[in-house]
């Protein structure tokens, strides 16, 4: 029987408390919990939060990896999506938990699934569906948009593998409807030399997403208007500007970048490339890079030979993972030792067979690469 409110334990007593206690309070609660539960990081999440992760990575890095434990409890130091893709790709008597309800994305809230059916419906009736198209959206998305994708013959894509995906539905289908990162989109659709006049926007508040029947017939790719509201701050001036102070830097930076900040930077790749591009590079190498500040501070604490900077100077930082600090986390860990499981995310069963379609596409397609 789910615990009442009068029975869990107060979040509100967790706030007033210092850091220093949340930190001890955690390693008791951890170590009294042992195996059973396992404490996911993404990368862009606070050091003092990532201090008591037990695995860190990418979203869905971290998923597949707690499905690989027994852990009973998978506590995630994420936002919102995350949780539901580790749900949806746990074991069955796994149960998840975000240690705050309002850490959300909001590239994913860009897109809700009314919105998105409601555009297949127009592409429908004006006969866009007659020919082959995908919908394809980017692990930044709910499950009922995964789900979505796993009933109409799509598949979910990385930043990691949105380049053999594309490569495989390009040739496969006659055109791609992507969600909701406009510029991973662009940007991967841009590798494959299609044409900024053959890529079409979707407006999800504008008729045709603001494209006329012409625009929508002819467009090879239809980019849902969604970003990354961190990744946008990073602009082509930047770029210019780093390059001039700093003679030598590789500039560096994520596909949610937008086009022309990625046009003019060397090198761009998903934050599995980003780490591991700095981590490959010679003693005294010196990087600009565009993406969320925690990854690229810890870059700068772990490779001192290095000349880490982030691009821009003002402060590019996942504001909704942030919520999460150790306050939540001690609150999740201590209501669990009580066993009061606070803050699940559970993705209905129908949800979650048909997500589990579209992930499943991806892993059977991007295996071995
Ligand atoms: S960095 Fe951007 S895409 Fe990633 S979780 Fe934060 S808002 Fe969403």
């Known amino acids: 029987m789910p615990a009442t409110l009068e029975q869990t334990r107060a979040l509100e007593d967790y706030l007033v408390m210092s850091d220093e206690e949340m ?3 955690i390693e008791i609660a951890r170590k009294e919990l042992g195996k059973r539960v396992v404490i996911l990081g993404h990368h862009y999440q606070r050091d003092d939060v990532i201090r008591h992760a037990d695995l860190t990575g990418d979203s869905y890095q971290l998923s597949v990896m707690a499905s690989q434990t027994d852990a009973e409890y998978i506590v ?17 008597q796994q149960r998840v938990i975000l240690p705050d309800l309002g ?13 998105v059916e409601d555009a297949w419906e127009q592409l429908r009736d004006i006969g866009v569906l007659e020919q082959k198209v995908a919908p394809i959206t980017y692990m930044n998305a709910s499950a009922a948009i995964k789900a979505f994708c796993g009933r109409n013959e799509g598949v979910v894509c990385t930043s990691s593998n949105a380049i ?16 909701p990162d406009q510029h991973l989109g662009r940007n991967t659709g841009a590798k494959f030399g299609i044409p900024l006049d053959k890529m079409a926007l979707w407006n999800p508040h504008e008729e045709l997403g603001g494209n006329t029947e012409e625009q929508l017939h002819n467009a090879k790719l239809i980019l849902w208007r969604g970003h990354c509201s961190v990744h946008g701050r990073f602009k082509p001036w930047h770029v210019d500007k780093v390059r001039k102070d700093i003679p030598g830097v590789t500039v560096l930076v994520h596909p949610e970048c937008m086009r022309e900040v990625v046009e003019v930077s060397d090198l761009d790749g998903s934050t599995s490339f980003i780490i ?12 600009a ?3 969320e500040v925690n990854l690229v501070n810890r870059l700068q604490a772990r490779f001192p030979d290095k000349e880490i900077h982030l691009l821009a100077p003002d ?17 999740s860990l201590e209501n669990l030792l009580d066993g009061n499981v606070v803050n699940e995310i ?24």
Not at 103 to 115: E, L, P, V
Not at 276 to 287: D, I, L
Not at 347 to 365: C, N, P, Q, Y
């Open 346 to 369: 559970a993705v209905d069963d129908e949800t979650k067979h048909f997500a589990g379609i579209a992930l499943e596409r991806m892993i059977s397609m991007t295996e071995g690469r």
């Open 23 to 25: 930190h001890e309070r």
């Open 164 to 179: 053999p995906l594309f490569d495989k539905y390009l040739k496969e289908y006659d055109k791609m409807f992507f969600f």
């Open 276 to 287: 591991k591009t700095v981590e490959n590079a010679p003693s005294g190498s010196k990087f």
């Open 315 to 331: 402060l590019c930082m996942c504001a909704t993972m942030y919520r999460i600090a150790p306050q939540n986390l001690a609150w």
């Open 289 to 291: 890079i565009g993406t």
């Open 103 to 115: 850490a959300g994305c909001s590239m994913a809230d860009m897109a809700t699934i009314d919105q």
């Open 76 to 92: 995630f130091c994420g936002v919102h999506f995350m949780a539901e893709s580790a749900d949806i790709l746990g074991k069955p």
